[in-house]
């Protein structure tokens, strides 16, 4: 069971401002509905469309979709301009997909800022809502109401590290969310995933994990593999780029040892490798500077 169902309360599609026109159900051309730009939900399975829109011609539409109408539209009745949709996406989807010309709706009058909220909390009671789009879900309601994670975390009756780690999921860009969804990956799998900073081993990794079908464990030994060998290289890089540097240092020491030399004084130098140092010792006589 989704934990967002069960916490968050039941949408009430006609809570607001109504009046006798819009508490009933009215028959509203598709072509007049618009989506709702506070729509959280991206992914759209394409069988189960086709599901719905089986059980729709088969049954109707059973549940009235919601949506709303510009504060200037005037009595319903006269309007002939377009509706913004809060609640039925999916419903409309499958009944543009039968090519129904109007569909049953419910008419509320709400502002920008209201619609924004029926819908995010609409799709947020769902269970069948994917991880992506409830991370988003909840991303949205963040920016609409400007709260922190620990104010979003007791709104839903949930921990903030649970909001932390829904959040965490929208790192992951398009196509990599599209080939996790549609590969029907866990959320564990995505998880374990995110362990890898850098995008293009994520993505490799991806695509491993998709090619041998690794389970959860597999999938976080995997990671963990890929990390440790991460690892285990950079000090080698490290101590490449050290010795490097080093060398440097050396001829730039050696050439002044021999300008010296040239100049009559007998510098010499003495170089030893003590493991975790290296000691550079240069000798210059004092009868050097007696005789200069």
Same mark, same amino acid.
């Given at each position: 069971?989704? $934990? ?7 949408? #009430? ?14 028959? @509203? ?15 759209? %399975? ?6 719905? =829109? ?9 549940? &009235?979709?919601? *949506? ?9 009745? !006269? /309007?002939?301009? *377009? ?20 569909? &049953? ?22 269970? !069948? ?14 920016? $609409? /109401? ?15 590290? /649970?909001? =932390? #780690? ?10 990599? +969310?599209? *080939? ?18 850098? &995008?293009?081993?994520? +993505? ?17 030994? /995997? *990671?963990?593999?890929?990390?440790? #060998? ?17 060398? @440097?240092?050396?001829?730039?020491? %050696? ?31 004092? =009868? ?5």
């Amino acid at each position: 069971m989704n $934990l967002l169902q069960n916490m968050l309360p039941k949408l #009430n599609l006609s809570a607001g401002k109504t009046d006798d026109a819009t508490e009933r159900v009215h028959r @509203i051309p598709v072509c007049r509905i618009l989506p709702n730009p506070a729509q959280p939900r991206k992914y759209f %399975d394409s069988d189960e469309t086709l599901r719905l =829109a089986d059980s729709i011609r088969r049954h109707g539409i059973l549940q &009235p979709l919601c *949506v709303r109408k510009p504060v200037s539209a005037g009595d319903l009745a !006269d /309007y002939r301009g *377009v509706y913004e949709l809060i609640a039925g996406e999916r419903r409309l989807r499958a009944a543009k997909l039968l090519g129904m010309s109007e569909v &049953p709706c419910i008419v509320v009058e709400a502002d920008s800022l209201r619609s924004a909220e029926l819908a995010i909390i609409e799709n947020l009671q769902r269970e !069948d809502l994917n991880m992506f789009d409830e991370a988003a879900a909840i991303s949205a309601l963040i920016d $609409l /109401y400007g709260l922190t994670q620990e104010e979003v975390a007791a709104k839903l009756s949930a921990s903030q590290s /649970y909001v =932390a #780690n829904k959040l965490r999921l929208l790192r992951f860009d398009d196509f990599e +969310r599209q *080939v996790i969804i549609e590969k029907r990956l866990t959320e564990r799998h995505a998880r374990a995933l995110l362990r890898l900073g850098d &995008p293009q081993t994520r +993505r490799s990794a991806l695509e491993a994990i998709v090619t041998r079908g690794m389970n959860v464990a597999e999938t976080e030994a /995997y *990671v963990s593999r890929l990390l440790e #060998n991460d690892r285990s290289e950079k000090p080698e890089k490290k101590k490449t780029a050290l010795v490097r540097d080093i060398r @440097i240092f050396y001829n730039t020491l %050696d050439r002044a040892v021999d300008i010296m030399k040239r100049a009559g004084i007998r510098a010499e130098t003495q170089k030893k490798d003590l493991g975790d140092r290296f000691e550079i010792t240069v000798r210059i006589p004092k =009868a050097a500077e007696e005789n200069g």
